[in-house]
């Protein structure tokens, strides 16, 4: 069984920062990838970025230049700096791993429950 557990949304008023991590645990026998999600109020669940095993990134267009994903391997943890963040940055952000339990098992998407973001004054 593979648990996230996600921390660090809050309140924070535009142009402020967050971090959030997310910290995987349980019968992990590697990682392939590990990213950020989000879905506002009445939309879908976006991505926001993602990183590789290898440290390729990727990110939504919304949010280049602000937000960085980075992970440590050693803690399987992904982390997520939102800098200069926006009411539209307001959300629920979810973090997502594509992971397998055994060796030469088929990788399976792993969800957290999610941390709220909410950017307002």
């Known amino acids: 069984q593979v648990q996230l557990v996600e921390s660090g949304g809050g309140l924070v008023q535009p142009g402020g920062s967050l971090r959030l991590s997310c910290t995987a645990s349980?019968?992990?026998?590697?990682?392939?990838?590990m990213g950020w999600y989000r879905q506002a109020p009445g939309k879908q669940r976006e991505l926001v970025a993602a990183?590789?095993?290898?440290?390729?990134?990727d990110y939504a267009d919304s949010v280049k230049g602000r937000f960085t994903i980075s992970r440590d391997n050693a803690k399987n943890t992904v982390y997520l700096q939102t800098d200069n963040l926006k009411p539209e940055d307001t959300a629920v952000y979810y973090c997502?791993?594509?992971?397998?339990?055994?060796?030469?098992?088929?990788?399976?998407?792993?969800w957290g429950k999610g941390t709220l973001v909410t950017v307002s004054s």
């Open positions: 997502a791993i594509d992971a397998r339990i055994r060796s030469g098992g088929s990788y399976y998407r792993y």
């Open positions: 990183i590789t095993s290898g440290g390729m990134t």
């Open positions: 349980g019968s992990i026998f590697s990682i392939i990838a």
